[in-house]
């Protein structure tokens, strides 16, 4: 009989793959490179987008308790460096900073509609594009979670890819 070779067990992975400054910074770069985002665009976004949300009727209320602008500012240009240049500078929790709000769908679609216009003003139209996706999901994302949090059940919004729109977004052909 013929001696089969062990097998060798699979691998297991006990900790994520080591991120090193010097790989954050090459992903930052090709994502510079391709989109025109960098650190400097993502703080100039953040500071126009909240000079227009705190004098918007809907959302400038929701701010009104945050004393420190400049602390906020730095946090939220980290949350998106993190979420955009993988940059690995935000440890907070969305969610937790944002279940005492008493966030409703409305506020979430006009947090969409001025980000949106922000991003469009002061990006390239390929780092618009990323800002609106990267925007689209964390609101989806806060949405649901805050719904579930409350016990509710989040109504959808209709569209191509939506559950509410009857289509999966999946190519059947």
């Known amino acids: 009989m013929a001696c089969l070779p ?3 067990p699979a ?15 090459a992903v930052a770069a090709e994502i510079a490179a391709r989109t025109g985002l960098d650190e400097a ?17 809907l959302l400038g209320p929701l701010f009104a308790h945050l004393t420190d602008w400049e602390a906020h500012i730095g946090r939220i240009v980290d949350f998106w ?21 008493g966030l409703e769908p409305h506020h979430f679609a006009r947090w969409l509609e001025l980000f949106g ?23 989806r994302s ?7 949090q409350r016990g509710e059940l989040p109504q959808r919004r209709g569209g191509a890819g939506t559950a509410a729109s009857g289509r999966s ?5």
């Open 6 to 8: 062990e097998a060798t």
């Open 11 to 25: 691998p297991t992975l006990t900790s994520p793959i080591p991120e090193t400054a010097e790989r954050r910074a």
């Open 41 to 57: 665009t993502l703080e100039r976004v953040v500071r126009s987008f909240y000079g227009t949300a705190r004098q918007d009727p």
């Open 81 to 101: 460096s993190s979420v955009v240049l993988m940059s690995g500078r935000y440890h907070g929790s969305p969610m937790a900073a944002h279940l005492p709000l």
């Open 117 to 139: 216009r922000t991003a469009e003003a002061e990006c390239r139209p390929e780092g618009a594009a990323l800002l609106a996706d990267r925007a689209r999901r964390i609101a």
């Open 142 to 148: 806060l949405e649901f979670g805050l719904a579930v």
């Open 169 to 173: 977004g999946r190519s059947t052909g």
